[in-house]
Nanobody, 123 residues
């Protein structure tokens, strides 16, 4: 059983940056793929970024490509660096883990989920 905890959300202005952290428990976490998803009251849950077990293999939604970066800082931490934030990035951000180690875009590939962290970007 893996537990995930997100942190780093907050209220910022358009153009600012935030660094979200996903902390995973257990030794096996380093072998899991990790994805970030977001959901807002006006949008369905959508894929943001993912890293396979290999930190050099990543995947991004077109809407965040060039602005967001996903990285594996250590065996139990995955970071989503968000630069150039826009009001449309406002959402609750969730990290999720896939024991198969993939960098999938589809939420149903992920077994474990965190509780989410709120990101609000004002214009």
């Amino acid at each position: 059983q893996v537990q995930l905890e997100e942190s780093g959300g907050g209220l910022v202005r358009a153009g600012d940056a935030l660094r979200l952290v996903c902390a995973g428990s257990g030794r096996a976490f380093a072998t899991y793929g990790v994805g970030w998803f977001r959901q807002s009251p006006v949008k369905e849950r959508e894929f943001v970024a993912a890293s396979s077990w290999n930190p050099e293999t990543t995947n991004y939604a077109d809407s965040v490509k060039g602005r967001f970066t996903i990285s594996r800082d250590n065996k139990n931490t995955v970071v989503l660096q968000m630069n150039g934030l826009k009001p449309e990035d406002t959402a609750t951000y969730y990290c999720a883990a896939d024991p198969a180690g993939s960098r999938a875009r589809f939420a149903n590939r992920y077994t474990y989920w965190g509780q989410g962290t709120q990101v609000t970007v004002s214009s």
